[in-house]
């Protein structure tokens, strides 16, 4: 047993530089990935979420508003969606409501959250801060993310099954894909960039499922025992794990391209 004990060690040893896992492991602590993630998911609520409000309460298609961009992305059904749509200002009330000095408000408070994104894109990636005058393409990205948004659901209601599953991880990954190389201003090729778009997508399925089955059935238990609250916590501890999917899948999408595709540069 001794004499083999050496070879095992070493075999393991062998098994984790050729993964180099312990790497990105080290990079998410030096990120500080769940701090990050959680400040996504503050920022998101607080300064996105009204903004999107309002830009869904204007769907000519009246496709539901906000509540049906929520449902579907949190991928809610039955009981769980009624509930969540029912704390979301209805569209005319909010349109009704909201004037000229307040969308502007609302859009900086949106362009901020872009920058948000921005600068962890940057530091993922280990580039200098973009300078003032790029905050167009904070605003150029935050239109483009509610336009991919709602396009989502309006495929939720007309897709079902494989063909909405395949329509959009392909959607999600040219987004996530265009987002880093626009935000991060072309300094970066597109094929370094692919991993990190499609390892997002991986997550945001399995955060999707992980919603489904068990985020559905605690918003009706937090309905009855806490109330709007509860169900605010809930939409927030899913908005942190959507944080950590889009800033984890970068990061992997780095450590992927410098361990195991483009080990010698970009």
């Given at each position: 047993m001794?004499?083999?004990?050496?070879?095992?060690?070493?075999?393991?040893?062998?098994?984790?530089?050729?993964?180099?896992?312990?790497?990105?492991v080290r990079r998410g602590r030096d990120l500080e990935l769940m701090h990050r993630a959680m400040g996504f998911a503050t920022l998101a609520l607080v300064t996105l979420a009204p903004l999107l409000i309002v830009i869904a309460a204007a769907?000519?298609?009246?496709?539901?508003?906000?509540?049906?961009?929520?449902?579907?992305?949190?991928?809610?059904?039955?009981?769980?969606?009624?509930?969540?749509?029912?704390?979301?200002?209805p569209p005319v009330k909010v349109i009704g409501t909201t004037s000229v000095w307040g969308g502007i408000l609302l859009a900086v408070f949106g362009i901020s959250f872009a920058g948000s994104v921005q600068n962890g894109y940057e530091r993922i990636w280990g580039l200098p801060p973009g300078p003032w005058h790029r905050v167009w393409r904070q605003a150029t990205w935050l239109a483009v993310m509610s336009a991919y948004l709602y396009q989502e659901v309006l495929t939720g209601h007309e897709f079902h099954g494989w063909p909405r599953i395949t329509l959009s991880a392909t959607t999600g990954a040219l987004f996530f894909w265009w987002s880093q190389h626009f935000l991060l201003g072309g300094q970066l090729h597109w094929r370094t960039l692919l991993p990190g778009a499609l390892a997002t997508m991986v997550g945001l399925g399995g955060l999707r499922v992980f919603s489904y089955l068990v985020f559905t059935p605690l918003i009706v238990d937090n309905a009855l025992s806490y109330g709007t609250v509860g169900i605010v916590l809930v939409v927030e501890s899913w908005l942190t794990g959507v944080g950590f999917v889009v800033y984890g899948g970068a990061m992997f999408g780095r450590w992927f391209c410098e361990h195991h595709w483009l080990p010698q540069g970009h």
């Open positions: 001794k004499r083999h004990f050496p070879r095992l060690r070493q075999a393991v040893l062998d098994l984790e530089h050729r993964l180099a896992a312990l790497a990105l769907d000519p298609l009246g496709e539901g508003g906000f509540a049906s961009w929520l449902v579907d992305g949190m991928g809610l059904s039955g009981r769980s969606a009624r509930i969540l749509s029912d704390i979301i200002s």
